[in-house]
């Protein structure tokens, strides 16, 4: 079996040139602009391509029976992605500046059971989406003391 490794994670976007600037800015990823069509816009996230289809893309794709009716409400959430930072600072800069680009923070920042400085947020199109930094051994949760158990 060939060696598999996930190489994009696409968002459905309303707005692809606003959305893909949130992500821009707020996390440094440059537009890989040789993928640039009038419905997507693609970003080089270090490792994997972050895209972003706009809604004509869920005819292409034929999900036409998962887009959201009303803007306002969108389905139930079945996928969010997280992003890797390089420490634990970076989390808390990350979820403010999130904000000020018209994003939302749904969890602040905090310490998970398992070593991970982390905020959940999501972007102005409402996609969450999670900015982590790895601050210790992360320890088997059978080893975590009932306390720092959250289940």
Known sequence: M?????????LFARDIVALSGFYTELLGFPEIAAHRSPI??????????LGFNATEAYA?????????????NPLPLGVYFTIELDSADAVDR?????VRLGGAVLKPPYLTY???????????EGNVFRVNHRVGTRTPYDALPPERRPL
Request: charged share 20%.
């Open 60 to 72: 292409l794709l034929n999900l036409q029976t998962r887009q959201p009716v009303d803007a306002q």
């Open 2 to 10: 060939a060696a598999a490794r996930l190489a994009y994670v696409n």
């Open 40 to 49: 997507y816009r693609c970003l080089d996230a270090h490792g994997a391509e």
């Open 114 to 124: 398992y070593n991970a400085r982390q905020a959940v947020l999501a972007d102005p």
């Open 94 to 98: 990350i979820a403010e500046n999130c």
